[in-house]
């Protein structure tokens, strides 16, 4: 018999995913004029959905106890990500962590990774919260993805999540022919956290000599000190706030200097040679936008291939969006570049 919680979490999310798929004349009169800021138009779809959590009060995960808020953000992905098919899913150990590998349907026996790493502000995430992501680009880039569960702050400080990702990546390489990768075709990437951490994996593959394919870098954040005109603009009302980043740097750093740590902000790193192209993505209505196209820069000027893509439309967590059309249209997107990006 189902309980009072779950008949008002089914009834949200068929609420939710029928609001999001109205047509878009529809949504606009629901939500009024359009969200025009730094000459970007926010999309519709987007805009009702921020205007839907208003509507029914969900809280932000960062004014929440950790624990708390790591079940808010967990419910709020799985509301967002909706039901995708998969070749198949496995869970596995990587390096000691929990790991999930996502095959995609009529894949060959040996061929591309993915190894991707969950964002959350190093205190929120973990396979179940970027399910529907992974589920996504394995099949849509058809490549094999590999989620990995590192750990999480304020338990486990820096650099423990910057350790386990590195770790999660050469153990790929060890166990390549265990999961069908191809140990010339393995890539790294993630969002927001994830990306920041993706960084750190490239960086020491590259100085490991270790064969990095390509860093997918979606909304990475990459500068702890976060002086920049996008959180001054979006710091409040887009999803991630300057609450939240305040938190996360607060829960994953052990000490205040560690922003300036080339590890915890991949702005201040020395880029070596033979580092992994990049593909990076950023959205409009980010705070962490302008930072993430700076890093993109210092990538080009030291000579790593880049490809920078802005989709001024949306806001940070788009990734876990697969019920909205806008941010679906930014995914299919990202999953092409993994697909070029991985061979």
């Known amino acids: 018999?189902?309980?009072?919680?779950?008949?008002?979490?089914?009834?949200e999310t068929a609420v939710f995913r029928a609001a999001l798929g109205l047509p878009a004349r529809v949504q606009r009169l629901l939500v009024g004029a359009p969200v025009v800021r730094d000459g970007q138009t926010l999309a519709t779809d987007t805009q009702l959905m921020l205007r839907l959590q208003q509507v029914v009060r969900e809280p932000g995960a960062e004014t929440l106890p950790v624990p708390q808020g790591r079940v808010a953000l967990l419910r709020q992905s799985r509301l967002a990500g909706g039901d995708l098919p998969v070749g198949s899913v496995r869970d596995l150990t990587v390096a000691g962590l929990p790991g999930r590998l996502y095959t995609p349907e009529h894949a060959p026996e040996t061929g591309p990774l993915l190894v991707f790493l969950h964002g959350g502000g190093f205190m929120y995430g973990d396979l179940e919260s970027h399910d529907a992501p992974c589920r996504y680009l394995a099949e849509r880039a058809h490549v094999r993805v590999l989620a990995v569960e590192y750990r999480l702050g304020p338990e486990d400080r820096f650099p423990a999540a910057y350790d386990d990702g590195f770790a999660a990546f050469r153990w790929a390489h060890q166990h390549a022919g265990e999961i069908g990768a191809d140990p010339q075709r393995i890539g790294v990437g993630g969002d927001s956290a994830g990306a920041n951490l993706s960084i750190g994996v490239a960086v020491q593959a590259a100085h490991a000599g270790l064969a990095c394919a390509a860093q997918i870098l979606v909304y990475p954040a990459t500068d702890g000190t976060r002086d920049t005109r996008s959180l001054e603009l979006?710091?409040?009302?887009?999803?991630?706030?300057?609450?939240?980043?305040?938190?996360?740097?607060?829960?994953?750093?052990?000490?205040?200097?560690?922003?300036?740590?080339?590890?915890?902000?991949?702005?201040?790193?020395?880029?070596?040679?033979g580092l992994a192209p990049a593909w990076v993505f950023t959205a409009g209505f980010d705070p962490l936008r302008d930072e993430g196209e700076a890093f993109a820069q210092r990538l080009s000027e030291a000579g790593v291939a880049v490809r920078l893509t802005r989709f001024p439309d949306q806001i940070h967590g788009f990734l876990n969006v697969m019920v909205s059309r806008s941010s679906l249209a930014a995914n299919a997107e990202i999953a092409v570049a993994v697909r070029v990006a991985l061979g």
């Open 1 to 11: 018999m189902q309980t009072t919680n779950q008949l008002r979490t089914q009834l």
């Open 234 to 273: 979006f710091r409040t009302g887009f999803f991630l706030t300057s609450e939240f980043m305040h938190l996360a740097t607060d829960s994953y750093a052990a000490r205040p200097d560690d922003v300036l740590d080339p590890r915890f902000s991949p702005a201040f790193a020395d880029l070596p040679s």
